[in-house]
């Protein structure tokens, strides 16, 4: 089966570069949020002489990603009460099509 992409006009290819350009800033936003608060933790932490390891980079990224879905979902971030139940397994189909796509091995 051949696919084919229909060919943008130059007013939706301004459209699609200024929404790219406004995802990579977000994204890089996020990044940086979540390595700042890697490092403050860490830095925190050693200033009152905690034993402890400062939680990993995955912990604030999993924080982040939680309460992005908790607000894709209309779930309130600090009960987790309200959501949208469909939303939420959209969302997760949309992340297990992902997993299989990519990363389960074929055949």
């Not at 860490?42 to 604030?60: M, T």
């Not at 009960?79 to 990363?103: F, K, R």
Request: one cysteine or more.
């Amino acid at each position: 089966m051949t696919e084919t992409c229909r060919i943008l006009t130059p007013a939706e290819q301004k459209i699609s570069g200024i929404m790219v350009r406004a995802e990579q800033a977000m994204m890089a936003a996020i990044y940086k949020a979540v390595e700042d608060a890697t490092t403050q933790t860490a830095n925190e932490l050693r200033s009152i002489g905690a034993q402890d390891e400062a939680p990993a980079y995955d912990y604030f990224a999993a924080t982040a990603q939680q309460q992005l879905f908790l607000s894709q979902c209309g779930a309130d971030p600090e009960t987790l009460e309200g959501g949208n139940p469909e939303i939420a397994a959209q969302i997760i189909t949309n992340y297990q099509n992902i997993s299989d796509h990519y990363w389960r091995k074929k055949g």
